[in-house]
T-cell receptor
Framework: QKEVEQDPGPLSVPEGAIVSLNCTYSNSAFQYFMWYRQYSRKGPELLMYTYSSGNKEDGRFTAQVDKSSKYISLFIRDSQPSDSATYLCAILSSNTGKLIFGQGTTLQVKP | DAGVIQSPRHEVTEMGQEVTLRCKPISGHDYLFWYRQTMMRGLELLIYFNNNVPIDDSGMPEDRFSAKMPNASFSTLKIQPSEPRDSAVYFC????????????FGQGTRLTVV
């Protein structure tokens, strides 16, 4: 079993839609949860991170963590064509520094 | 700082040849990660270093793969001999410290083994 599972999609939505991206993880040793965004032919870039259960908002983006279920989500409100990218969840162990990623979900927002 | 620098950006090689990928992390960063990305498997962690010391190489697929970090400003990932299934984009990333710190990625090296 992979330590982080993520549906690769692809996911296609119309502009303005609410997007929900999800991951599950298996190891409770990981304390930090991140979302990276990757545009075509570029390296991933950090979008958001959180370390506690609950929600964290940043503009149109909301990261949600449920540690009891080992489930993490990213919601995008009022999605824009510029949001079209691959979104990767990531988990980090602060004890070891190990950072691992889900497979990534490819999102296309159509105008 | 110019960010994480990887070279070459593209590499095409014949099966059986040795391939060396290079990475210069951001100055002052303590952690360096090597990842491999494919459509089928996503972004896989191969190995990571803390202060130039390899911490976890459990993601290295085979003995054909090796990585070194001789100093804080340079790391290599070597594949010898290369095989077509090694074709992928290889990313290097660095982060400044343990804990919730952002990992900064290079542009990647696109490797094609024919």
């Amino acid at each position: 079993q992979k330590e982080v599972e993520q549906d690769p999609g692809p996911l296609s939505v119309p502009e303005g839609a609410i997007v929900s991206l999800n991951c599950t993880y298996s190891n409770s040793a990981f304390q930090y949860f991140m979302w990276y965004r990757q545009y075509s032919r570029k390296g991933p870039e950090l979008l958001m991170y959180t370390y506690s259960s609950g929600n964290k908002e940043d503009g149109r983006f909301t990261a949600q963590v449920d540690k009891s279920s080992k489930y993490i989500s990213l919601f995008i409100r009022d999605s824009q064509p510029s949001d079209s990218a691959t979104y990767l969840c990531a988990i980090l162990s602060s004890n070891t520094g190990k950072l691992i990623f889900g497979q990534g979900t490819t999102l296309q927002v159509k105008p | 700082d110019a960010g994480v620098i990887q070279s070459p950006r593209h590499e095409v090689t014949e099966m059986g040849q040795e391939v060396t990928l290079r990475c210069k992390p951001i100055s002052g960063h303590d952690y360096l990660f090597w990842y491999r990305q494919t459509m089928m498997r996503g972004l896989e962690l191969l190995i990571y270093f803390n202060n130039n010391v390899p911490i976890d190489d459990s993601g290295m697929p085979e003995d054909r793969f090796s990585a070194k970090m001789p100093n804080a400003s340079f790391s290599t990932l070597k594949i010898q001999p290369s095989e077509p299934r090694d074709s992928a984009v290889y990313f290097c990333a660095s982060s400044p410290r343990q804990g919730a710190s952002e990992a900064f990625f290079g542009q990647g090296t696109r490797l094609t083994v024919v």
